[in-house]
């Protein structure tokens, strides 16, 4: 039994839910997301609530169930207030700028490495240490996070390259540590 696939979704006020056969579609302020269920998870609208079902307990709908609740959820939640994922460069010499709708870091290699908004994402740069990742999307929010992460992840010995803010990095002595 889904504990998270049985709990109702309220839907507030100012954000349009539409249910048409499988396809479940999220109107707010911040913009539009579109998700289309499984055809074993079906999803019902009553005065403001939502609830996702389950056609049997096979478990593949159970875990379907709890996940589709939780993507729903994600979209109202997205579309009322954005999600964003904060990153930090740590490094002498590293740094990252905006410029216009391109993201350039500066991360030790022979050149700059740039990298584009996507539609849906913007990038903000509040200083030439920190990175914020903002979206209505929090799939693609989470995705592009780890997308510049991955252009230099953090190394264990000096604690140098990208990490995410809460991001605790297990350091390591090295040679001369014994």
Avoid: C, W
């Amino acid at each position: 039994m889904s504990r998270i696939g049985n709990k109702p979704i309220t839907v507030p006020e100012g954000i349009d839910v539409k249910i048409d056969g499988q396809k479940v579609t999220v109107k707010g302020p911040k913009g539009t997301l579109e998700r289309v269920v499984d055809n074993n998870i079906s999803v019902k609208l009553d005065n403001g609530i939502i609830t996702v079902t389950r056609s049997n307990d096979e478990k593949e709908n159970r875990s379907l169930h709890g996940l589709t609740r939780t993507l729903i959820n994600n979209m109202i939640q997205g579309v009322s207030k954005e999600f964003e994922k904060q990153l930090e460069i740590n490094g002498v010499g590293y740094r990252a700028a905006k410029q216009g709708k391109t993201l350039v870091l500066t991360l030790g290699y022979s050149h700059p490495v740039k990298m584009d908004e996507p539609d849906g994402i913007t990038y903000e740069v509040p200083n030439p240490n920190s990175i914020i990742v903002k979206g209505i999307d929090k799939e693609l929010v989470g995705q592009m996070a780890a997308e510049i992460r991955e252009k230099r992840p953090p190394e264990v010995y000096r604690g140098k390259g990208i990490k995410y803010v809460d991001e605790h990095i297990r350091r390591k002595e090295g040679k001369t540590g014994k």
